[in-house]
């Protein structure tokens, strides 16, 4: 993990660095929707949260771009159980901080297509 940590911010820092093409930074935010499973849980309900940071968009040509993107982003699961002993809720709040290095194709004027790896480190 540490290693992907570090290859990714490198390859952040390097991507800016040696880029003489156009670029152009930004804050981004949206909404999420997460679940959980582990070999002892499985959660079936979506639990909102939502994301928010920035982004560098660094121009590769007319159609394409590497877009490395520093973001704070809240996921979890709510869990319900009712048995014989116990009946109640359960909830996790997992908060991180993502790195996500995307490659952008422009397809039209107005749509494009993100795609690539993240790395992402539990805060809480």
Known sequence: KKKMFIFT???????????????????????????????DFDDKNLK?????????????????????????????????YDNILVKGDSKFNLNYIELPVKLVVNLLTIFEVQFGPYVGYLVN
């Open 48 to 80: 909102p949260g939502f994301h928010v940071g920035v982004f560098n968009k660094i121009s590769l040509g007319e159609a394409l771009a590497i877009q490395p993107e520093l973001l704070f982003s809240t996921k979890g699961a709510k869990y319900s």
């Open 9 to 39: 911010v490198a390859l952040t820092l390097t991507a800016g660095a040696i880029s003489a093409q156009e670029s152009r930074f930004g804050i981004k935010g949206g909404l999420n929707v997460s679940t959980l499973t582990t070999n």
